[in-house]
């Protein structure tokens, strides 16, 4: 009866072990094909040069640098906001008060310090080489006011669009999307 238990606890033991080393070995095989996307070593991709034209974007070297230090779970969640083509639509508009600029005070975070305060989120798009990149999201309606550091709804947060070019699998064209890079603050115009 002992004998068993060992050899069921064993079991288990080997089977967490193999379970977690099969989930690390998957990641790791995804962040090389991301990798070679990065670097068009894509078995999809059909012209080399175009993909290079296109990976050598400004906005996509710094994804690209942003995604190397992604989580998996970051990653994985991309993938799943993509799958159920909706938008979270939370606005989790920080009021900056001194507790929060302390915390952000050496951040190297923009979109935290930002008067219109934005946040990077991993987007997935399977069709596209990249297929993960990063997007700002505003997380205002208005601006932070810097004397309350609250909200104030006489402005408004706007998006900063950026044209940045794509290669689709489909096809191998080429596509321009624009991607949010930031956000600013205007002044909201009452109609």
């Not at 996509?60 to 991309?78: G, N, T």
């Not at 990249?130 to 998006?159: Q, V």
């Amino acid at each position: 009866m002992a004998a068993t238990m060992k050899t069921m606890t064993q079991l288990a033991i080997c089977f967490v072990f193999f379970t977690c080393l099969a989930a690390a070995l998957k990641f790791d095989r995804f962040k090389r094909r991301m990798e070679n996307q990065y670097n068009c070593r894509d078995p999809r991709i059909q012209n080399k040069t175009e993909c290079e034209m296109v990976m050598s974007h400004p906005t996509l070297q710094k994804s690209y640098k942003l995604l190397q230090e992604a989580s998996e779970d970051e990653l994985r969640e991309a993938y799943q906001r993509s799958r159920s083509k909706r938008s979270n639509g939370d606005k989790n508009c920080p009021v900056m008060n001194a507790e929060y600029l302390n915390q952000h005070r050496d951040s190297n975070d923009d979109g935290a310090r930002s008067l219109s305060p934005y946040r990077l989120t991993t987007k997935y798009d399977n069709d596209l080489i990249p297929s993960y990149y990063k997007e700002a999201e505003c997380l205002c309606n208005g601006c932070i006011d810097p004397g309350t550091g609250e909200e104030n709804a006489d402005f408004r947060s706007t998006s900063l669009p950026r044209p940045v070019v794509f290669m689709k699998i489909s096809d191998g064209q080429i596509v321009n999307k624009d991607l949010t890079v930031g956000c600013t603050c205007v002044i909201a115009m009452n109609v």
